[in-house]
């Protein structure tokens, strides 16, 4: 399971993908408390049609940091980060 960190509007949100049998992601979004842990049952669950999880979480935190939103330290598989190299939000 990976997840990637994002602070909307003042609110931590966990984006958590889980690889399915079938080759496809799940991806549930919680809330996320102070210390980035879920809080609550997701709020949606999809499966986005991405080759991989390392596919997905790229493009979300390129996306992410581009509006700076993306919170590194709350994030797994840093090497996933834009650039390719765990680094601070410049937002």
Same mark, same amino acid.
């Given at each position: 399971?990976?997840?990637?960190? $994002?602070?909307? %509007? =003042?609110?931590?949100?966990?984006?958590?993908?889980?690889?399915? #049998?079938? =080759?496809?992601?799940? $991806?549930?979004?919680?809330?996320? %408390?102070?210390? !980035?842990?879920?809080?609550? &049952? /997701? @709020?949606?669950?999809? @499966?986005?049609? $991405?080759? &991989?999880? #390392? $596919? !997905?979480?790229?493009? *979300?935190?390129? +996306?992410? !940091?581009?509006?700076?939103? !993306? *919170?590194?330290?709350? @994030? &797994?598989?840093?090497?996933? +980060? /834009?650039? =390719?190299?765990? =680094?601070? %939000?410049?937002?």
């Amino acid at each position: 399971m990976a997840t990637t960190a $994002v602070l909307i %509007n =003042g609110q931590k949100m966990l984006f958590m993908t889980v690889p399915r #049998e079938d =080759g496809r992601l799940d $991806v549930d979004i919680f809330l996320a %408390n102070e210390d !980035y842990l879920p809080t609550g &049952t /997701p @709020s949606i669950g999809v @499966s986005p049609e $991405v080759e &991989t999880e #390392e $596919v !997905y979480h790229k493009r *979300l935190r390129k +996306d992410a !940091y581009e509006k700076g939103h !993306y *919170l590194p330290e709350g @994030s &797994t598989d840093r090497e996933w +980060d /834009p650039g =390719g190299q765990a =680094g601070e %939000n410049p937002g």
